[in-house]
């Protein structure tokens, strides 16, 4: 069996970027596990339930897409800045060591959010330690920075047949207080769309492969 760990920042990070790309591995019997580094989002004065909302919304689009989710710390921190670097790479460490994954896919370094590339490093850092497990990296998902267009894939996943299930688990973040921008899935699809017609395909989700060692019997994904 495929096992395969993204690690992300906050909860729609790996929805947003790799929803469909999740959603096809799982359904060829992959075992993925999607880990967040944080909830972010505060339980402030005005409605201390944005917290446990977020967090939920994360299991249900889990249900929806069909990984197993982790949270990094116990689900204790808010935003990544609560960590000392040295402290992500420690808890990157211990999940890979117990997770034994084939490949792990993580945040772009490159990244226009400084939490996500802070997240880049600690994985990237983290991969010293990998007997054998390959290192993705996926783009920005925020298309309004100049960031986002530089990202360049190297890897295309096909993710057509699997829209609208990408759709149905961005939408499990949709809820009342969310303390976030609302998410656009109709944008979404449509980069989706455009990152698969540059390779031919009606929709795809791009990666870099950053590491990968040839190893019989561990596929890449």
């Not at 929806?64 to 808010?78: E, F, I, M």
């Not at 772009?108 to 390959?134: C, K, N, Q, T, Y």
């Not at 993710?159 to 109709?186: H, W």
């Amino acid at each position: 069996m495929t096992r395969v760990l993204i690690v992300a920042a906050h909860p729609d990070d790996a929805e947003l970027a790799l929803g469909g790309t999740i959603a096809r591995l799982t359904d060829g019997g992959a075992q993925v596990t999607v880990a967040l580094f944080t909830v972010s989002e505060t339980a402030d004065g005005a409605d201390r339930g944005r917290r446990r909302r977020r967090a939920a919304a994360a299991e249900a689009a889990a249900e929806v897409l069909g990984h197993r989710l982790h949270w990094l710390g116990d689900g204790r921190y808010d935003q990544v800045e609560d960590l000392p670097e040295y402290r992500a790479v420690a808890l990157v460490d211990d999940l890979v060591a117990r997770t034994d994954p084939d490949t792990v896919i993580s945040h772009w370094d490159g990244d226009s959010h400084g939490d996500h590339v802070r997240v880049a490093r600690a994985v990237v850092a983290s991969s010293r330690r990998w007997p054998h497990a390959a290192l993705a990296q996926f783009g920005p998902n925020e298309h309004r920075t100049v960031r986002h267009a530089q990202f360049v894939p190297q890897l295309y996943v096909p993710t057509a047949d699997q829209l609208a299930r990408k759709a149905k688990a961005l939408a499990c973040y949709r809820y009342p207080g969310q303390g976030f921008r609302p998410l656009d899935p109709g944008t979404v699809e449509l980069f989706d769309r455009a990152r698969g017609a540059a390779v031919g395909l009606d929709a795809a989700e791009g990666l870099r492969l950053v590491r990968h060692r040839l190893t019989p019997g561990r596929p890449l994904l």
